[in-house]
């Protein structure tokens, strides 16, 4: 082995209820039609949770965690690593990137869906071979392709609310997207975790006239009003249908509704909740929940608009950067409560048993610890 090498570590997923592993893997083996990054930090998404605990499937083995940031370490021979806005990326910049690599060419990728390309790389989401270079967070460097959005990030922000940007800010960027504009709008958010209270600030801060915030949880609900929402309900209360109605529109029902829990009563509950002509957009649901009824007539007669979101496009990891950027260096205190316990590489099951029993915030895995 060349003694100037550097070897670095993995943490390797191997299904439900297993040990997890850590891996190591040297510089020397890096592919060279790869970009690739020095990991900095990883938050732990709901979904990773979703997978680990066995409630839905993944390959395996796997190195997971798609909410991560890093700085360029090596860049790519045959082609050129450039952000969003289409600049090209320098050794040692700080970046973030998105979830998905496509391949710009294929009927989803033209029609503006570039996450369910056809050729789709899925960071977090990729089987390991061993003495590959992992495509997923929780490892100290990342391999990206080609097709890989990603955007610069300052160093005013930390590490732990950067990484939000890859998953949960640009998630919530592209279901509001989605939903039309919301300047004037009077909006229902179904769930106050991590999504649901970025939400609340966002929908605010694009003009919304009114943000009522839908969690069963206390302290969630509580967090909701400081993130910016009016009111925030208890879905438990037997009345919640008939009190969001006559709040939004006097009576009429809210112009959208967007569902970040998963429930498939928060969706039953949209579906009373708003207003003829309304907009209901559905992103919690990554995992089976279990089916509900839906009544056909209701939607036609209501005319109401039903759309799924399902991760995000370059312009939503845009947006969701510049956004936490700007609301950090303005209010730090606010977002720091979305941020959990730090853990090392080699602590993933101890991040996970945290992660699972703290809903609301992320767990963050250092890679500097």
Same mark, same amino acid.
């Given at each position: ?261 998963? #429930?498939? @009563?928060? $969706?039953?509950? &949209? ?10 957009? !559905? %992103? /919690? ?33 845009? #947006?969701? @950067?510049? $956004?936490?950027? &700007? ?10 409560? !979305? %941020? /959990? ?29």
């Amino acid at each position: 082995m060349n003694p100037n090498s550097k070897t670095l570590k993995a943490a390797l997923f191997h299904g439900a209820g297993q040990p997890w592993t850590i891996i190591t893997i040297s510089d020397t083996n890096f592919n060279e039609d790869r970009a690739i990054i020095e990991t900095e930090a990883c938050t732990v998404c709901s979904s990773d949770i979703h997978t680990v605990m066995g409630r839905r499937g993944g390959p395996t083995p796997s190195v997971l965690g798609h909410e991560a940031i890093g700085r360029v370490w090596k860049l790519p021979d045959s082609w050129t690593l450039k952000d969003v806005e289409g600049r090209p990326c320098a050794i040692g910049q700080r970046l973030v990137w998105g979830v998905a690599a496509s391949c710009g060419e294929c009927l989803f990728c033209q029609n503006a869906i570039p996450q369910k390309c056809q050729r789709l790389v899925k960071y977090g989401h990729h089987r390991y071979t061993m003495g590959e270079t992992p495509r997923g967070g929780f490892s100290q460097c990342v391999e990206l392709v080609e097709g890989t959005p990603v955007v610069g990030l300052s160093d005013a922000i930390p590490a732990g609310m950067a990484c939000l940007a890859a998953c949960a800010g640009a998630t919530v960027a592209a279901t509001l997207r989605m939903a039309g504009g919301q300047k004037g709008q009077q909006i229902l958010v179904y769930g106050g975790g991590v999504l649901g209270a970025i939400a609340c600030r966002m929908a605010k801060s694009l003009g919304a006239d009114l943000v009522i915030c839908i969690e069963p949880d206390q302290l969630r609900r509580e967090r909701a009003l400081i993130f910016g929402a009016d009111h925030a309900m208890d879905p438990s209360d037997l009345s919640i249908d008939d009190k969001l109605k006559s709040i939004a529109h006097d009576g009429l029902g809210a112009d959208q509704a967007l569902e970040f829990s998963g #429930s498939g @009563t928060a $969706f039953a509950s &949209s579906m009373r909740s708003v207003r003829t002509g309304g907009m209901i957009v !559905l %992103a /919690g649901a990554v995992f089976p929940a279990g089916s509900i009824e839906i009544e056909p007539e209701q939607i036609v007669r209501q005319m109401l608009t039903i759309r799924g979101v399902h991760n995000y496009s370059a312009i939503d990891l845009q #947006s969701a @950067t510049v $956004f936490l950027e &700007s609301e950090y260096r303005k209010f730090p205190e606010i977002w720091l409560m !979305l %941020a /959990g316990e730090s853990f090392a590489i080699d602590e993933m099951e101890k991040a996970f048993a945290w992660a699972a029993k703290s809903p609301g915030v992320r767990a963050i895995i250092s890679m500097k610890k």
